[in-house]
């Protein structure tokens, strides 16, 4: 099946620590976008890539980092400099068009303890 | 960075009556989509308007797009409760890569 996963769906984290989260996709598009939701919140852009090893920041980038090496894969890590951390964090691609709609992953919950 | 700004925040309806939800934006787009969000799940795309389109049908979905207004709808006809999720609208400027989301509506449609 084509698809978008995210793993994991939950993660605790103690202060201090860096965690890395994963997102994975089978649908051969080149962009890839990271969002975080806060609770009765829309969503939030913390970083995109449009194309490998190319990556851009968000509107909320600070305190976290992300890679592109390969085209399915596009992790997404918060550092111990991202002050709240604690939030549902989406993964999405889509294709090249600007008509393309964008397929989300189910989500990782990260709860900093 | 523009954001949309979907109305009301909360709608409540029961079964079988229609539901409407506003968006507005504040720059040019090239298209504006309605994503709906299911509790702790990820988002899912429901139709997609272009900015020189005013209407748009899919089943029992219409979204309306005013670009004077800078304003689209979407309109759940014949709810059900299984319609019972967050819907957001996103906007997708002329010259961006990535989507403007709103805070969404909370629709909770009961039997």
């Known amino acids: 099946d084509g698809g978008i996963t995210q793993s994991p769906k939950y993660l605790f984290r103690k202060e201090g620590q860096n965690v890395t989260l994963s997102c994975e996709q089978n649908?051969?598009?080149?962009?890839m976008y990271w969002y975080r939701q806060d609770p009765g919140q829309g969503l939030r852009l913390i970083y995109y890539?449009?194309?490998?090893?190319?990556?851009q920041k968000g509107d909320i980038a600070e305190g976290y980092s992300v890679s592109r090496e390969k085209k399915e894969s596009f992790p997404l890590t918060v550092t111990s400099a991202q002050k709240n951390p604690t939030a549902f964090y989406l993964c999405?691609?889509?294709?090249?068009?600007?008509?393309?709609?964008?397929?989300f992953g189910p989500g990782t919950r990260l709860t900093v303890l | 960075s523009q954001q949309g700004e979907e109305d009301p925040q909360a709608l409540s309806i029961q079964e079988g009556e229609n539901a409407t939800m506003n968006c507005s934006y504040k720059?040019?787009?090239?298209?504006l989509q309605w994503y709906r969000q299911n509790s702790g799940r990820g988002l899912v795309h429901l139709i997609l308007?272009?900015?020189?389109?005013r209407e748009k049908h899919s089943g029992r979905l219409r979204v309306t797009l005013d670009t004077s207004k800078k304003s689209s709808s979407l309109l759940i006809t014949a709810s059900r409760a299984a319609d019972t999720a967050s819907y957001f609208c996103?906007?997708?400027?002329?010259?961006?890569?990535?989507?403007?989301f709103g805070k969404g509506t909370s629709l909770l449609v009961t039997p």
């Open positions: 999405a691609s889509k294709g090249t068009s600007n008509y393309n709609e964008q397929f």
């Open positions: 649908l051969n598009h080149d962009a």
């Open positions: 890539s449009q194309i490998v090893n190319d990556f």
């Open positions: 720059t040019s787009i090239n298209n």
């Open positions: 308007i272009r900015s020189n389109e």
């Open positions: 996103a906007s997708n400027s002329n010259s961006g890569y990535a989507l403007n």
